[in-house]
C-alpha cells in the first residue's frame, strides 16, 4: 500500500513543463506515480484546486548555528522550503579548534549578524573537525532536510590560527593542510567550499573576514584538491572592484579544479551597470564548456529598519547611541520623549557611506502588511514627508514610534537603483543564473529573506503590476530542480518516479506574505526577524506532512544530507 497518495491537484512538476491536473503517490519516502493514479493509502489528501510542486531548494542559507540547537529550520521550513544549504560565504563553525571558538564566534556575529551571547549559550561545541559537525547534525532530526559546506574562515583559521585570522599570506604548507581539511569535509559528506571577497564582510570587532584577499593560489589548490577528489561545488560572494581581473581569475580557479562555482550577482547603486560585465563573462565561461551560475535574489536585497531591531536611520548617532544599553521599554520611553527627539534629530552622520546605507530617505518605505518589495518613488519617506510638509529625518523618526516602537522601514540595498524590479527580471531570466542569496538563519536584526522562494511565486507570476511577470512552471523550476542541481542534489526538485517525495500543496490564489515579525525563540532570548505566510496547505518532506495550513505537525523527517545525491535511474 502507498504511503501517501494526493489527489486531483494542479502539478507543476519541476520541469518547467505547463501544470497539469493529476495525482501523486508515494511509496517509502519516494514519489511511485504520477498521473491517474488508483489503489489507496495509509494517507489520502484531496488536492482539488490547489498547485502542487516540488518542495523548495533554498541553496543560500546559514543555518549552520541553528540545526545544532533547533529542529525547526524556522523561517524556511514555515514556508514551502524542505532542503537548505549551509555554510555559504566563506563562514561556518566547523573546523574549529577550543581556542579559535570566540574568533569564529565573533566572525558569525558579525558577518551574518547572530547575537554573540546566542552563540554562546546555543552551540554544544560538540565536534572539532568538520566530519565530526556533520556528525553531530547526523544525530539529530529536523523538519527538512539540512546540507553543509565548508567556510574558508573557519578552515583558514583552523591551520593559520592568529595568521589566518589577520589575513596573512599563506605557506605552501598552509596551503597544502587547508586542502587536505577541505578535501576529508566533501569525502565526510560536505556539498563543496565556500569563500568570501567582501568588505562589507567584518567581525563584530571590525576586522575583515579573515578570507579577504586571499591569493588565487591559495584559492586554486583548494579548488583542484576538491577536483582531484571528483567532489564538491565552488561558492562565493566578491566586490568585483575590478570585473574582468577578478571573473579571470575565478574562470581560472574553475578550469584548473573542473569544479562547478557558483557566485552572488548585485546591482550596486553606485555602480548600476557592471552587473552586466560579470554576465557577460559569465556567458563566455559557460559557453565554453565551464559550470558557472550566479545567484540573484527574487526581490531586492534589503534592511529592515526599527527602533526594535539592529539599525534604524539613526544609528551611529550620539545620542541615539547613548541609548543602546536600555531595556527595550526604557529605550522607546526615552525615544517618546520630545527632548531626547530633538536631540538625535540635531545630528548627523558622519560616516558618508553609513548615511547612504541607512538614512537615505529617497530610497527608504513604510513596510506595511502584506509588505510591497516593490515600492513606488512616491511612496518613499522622503516622499511622504514632502507632501506633509515636514523632515524627512523627522517623518521617519515618528513612523518608527508606531505599534509600540516596532514600525518598521525597508531600504532596498541591491538591485533596485531604477526604483523598480525590471534588472530583477532580466536577472532571473537569464540562461545562467538561479534563485539564491535568502540567508536564511542569518541577519537576525534586520534582514529577513528567508521568504524569497514564496515571494518568486506570488510577485513574479500573479502579483506584480509595475511590468512583466514570469511563467508559474519557470517559476516552480529555477526553485526546485534548477537550485537543486547547482549544487548536486539531483533526487529531488522533479514530481516525477524515483525522486524525493518533497511536496508543497498551495492554495495559489491565497499564497500571501505576512510582514516580518520580531520573535524571540532563540537561545538566551535572543531576537530574530521571522515572517510566515498564508496559502501553503500542507508541506511534504518525504512523504511525510510536516506542515499543515502553516501549523507544523510535529513530525521531524528531515535529516543531513552528505554529499551530491544521484538522479534516480529512472529519470
Known amino acids: 500500500m502507498a504511503t501517501l497518495i494526493i489527489r486531483n491537484g494542479t502539478i507543476v512538476d519541476g520541469t518547467g513543463a505547463k501544470p497539469f491536473i493529476g495525482d501523486i503517490k508515494v511509496v517509502d519516502g519516494l514519489i511511485k506515480e504520477v498521473g491517474q493514479v488508483s489503489g489507496t493509502a495509509e494517507q489520502e489528501i484531496d488536492a482539488k484546486g490547489l498547485l502542487v510542486t516540488p518542495g523548495f531548494v533554498d541553496i543560500h542559507t546559514h543555518y549552520d548555528g541553528q540545526v545544532t540547537w533547533s529542529n525547526k529550520v524556522a523561517s524556511s521550513s514555515q514556508l514551502g522550503v524542505t532542503t537548505v544549504v549551509m555554510g555559504n560565504c566563506g563562514v561556518g563553525f566547523a573546523p574549529c579548534k577550543q581556542e579559535h571558538r570566540e574568533i569564529t564566534m565573533k566572525l558569525m556575529e558579525g558577518v551574518e549578524d547572530i547575537p554573540g551571547v546566542v552563540l554562546d549559550e546555543g552551540l554544544p561545541w560538540n565536534w572539532t573537525s568538520f566530519p565530526e559537525y556533520l556528525d553531530s547534525l547526523e ?58 571577497r567582501t568588505i562589507l564582510h567584518r567581525s563584530s570587532d571590525g576586522q575583515p573576514t579573515p578570507t579577504l584577499g586571499a591569493a588565487e593560489g591559495e584559492l586554486t589548490a583548494i579548488a ?21 581581473e577578478e571573473f579571470a581569475m575565478l574562470r581560472r580557479i574553475v578550469e584548473a579544479s573542473g569544479r562547478p562555482l557558483s557566485l552572488t550577482l548585485l546591482q550596486h547603486e553606485h555602480l548600476p551597470q557592471r552587473w552586466r560585465r560579470v554576465m557577460e563573462h559569465m556567458h563566455a565561461a559557460t559557453d565554453a564548456g565551464l559550470q558557472m551560475k550566479a545567484q540573484v535574489g527574487a526581490r531586492p536585497v534589503a534592511l529592515i529598519l526599527s527602533f ?34 530633538a536631540k538625535i534629530l540635531s545630528e548627523e552622520h558622519t560616516e558618508a557611506m553609513y548615511k547612504r546605507r541607512v538614512a537615505n530617505f529617497e530610497n527608504l518605505y513604510p513596510l506595511g502588511d502584506p509588505p510591497d518589495y516593490e515600492p513606488r518613488p512616491e511612496d518613499s519617506i522622503a516622499a511622504r514627508a514632502e507632501r506633509a510638509g515636514i523632515d524627512p529625518a523627522a517623518f521617519a523618526y515618528d513612523y518608527l514610534l508606531e505599534n509600540d516602537g516596532t514600525a518598521m522601514l525597508y531600504r532596498p540595498l541591491y538591485n533596485y537603483a ?53 511563467p508559474l512552471e519557470l517559476l516552480v523550476k529555477w526553485q526546485t530542480q534548477d537550485t537543486a542541481a547547482t549544487v ?53 518532506v518525504s512523504g511525510v506532512v510536516t506542515y499543515k495550513d502553516g501549523t507544523p505537525t510535529g513530525q521531524l523527517p528531515g535529516k543531513l544530507i552528505r554529499g551530491a545525491q544521484q538522479a534516480p535511474a529512472a529519470a
Not at 157 to 169: H, L
Not at 224 to 244: H, N, Y
Open 308 to 341: 526594535a531591531l539592529s539599525l534604524c536611520p539613526f544609528t551611529q548617532l550620539p545620542s541615539f547611541e547613548a541609548l543602546r544599553s536600555l531595556s527595550p521599554e526604557e529605550r522607546l520611553n526615552k525615544l517618546r520623549d520630545p527632548a531626547v527627539r
Open 224 to 244: 583542484k584538491g576538491l577536483g582531484e577528489a571528483g567532489i564538491g561545488v565552488l561558492q562565493l560572494v566578491t566586490d568585483f572592484d575590478d570585473v574582468d
Open 488 to 540: 548536486g542534489l539531483n533526487d529531488r526538485g522533479i514530481l516525477r518516479p524515483g525522486y524525493k517525495a518533497d511536496i508543497n500543496l498551495i492554495d495559489f490564489e491565497g499564497l500571501k506574505l505576512h510582514a516580518p515579525k520580531i520573535v524571540y525563540d532563540l537561545p538566551a532570548g535572543g531576537r530574530r526577524l521571522g515572517q510566515a505566510a498564508e496559502g501553503f496547505r500542507a508541506t511534504i
Open 418 to 470: 531604477d526604483r523598480d524590479h525590471e534588472v530583477l527580471r532580466e536577472m532571473l531570466m537569464d540562461r545562467d543564473t538561479v534563485p539564491g542569496l535568502s540567508d536564511g538563519g542569518a541577519h537576525y536584526g534586520f534582514i529577513c529573506d528567508a521568504s524569497f522562494p514564496t515571494y518568486l511565486l506570488t510577485h513574479w507570476a500573479r502579483d506584480r503590476s509595475r511590468g512583466e511577470k514570469i
Open 139 to 196: 544525530a539529530r532530526q529536523f523538519d527538512i532536510d539540512v546540507a553543509a559546506q565548508i567556510g574558508h574562515a573557519p578552515l583558514r583559521i583552523n591551520v593559520m590560527g592568529e595568521r589566518g585570522a589577520k589575513r596573512e599570506p599563506s605557506t605552501d604548507e598552509d596551503r597544502a593542510k587547508m586542502t587536505a581539511l577541505a578535501v576529508e569535509a566533501v569525502k565526510a559528506g560536505a556539498l563543496g567550499f565556500t569563500t568570501s
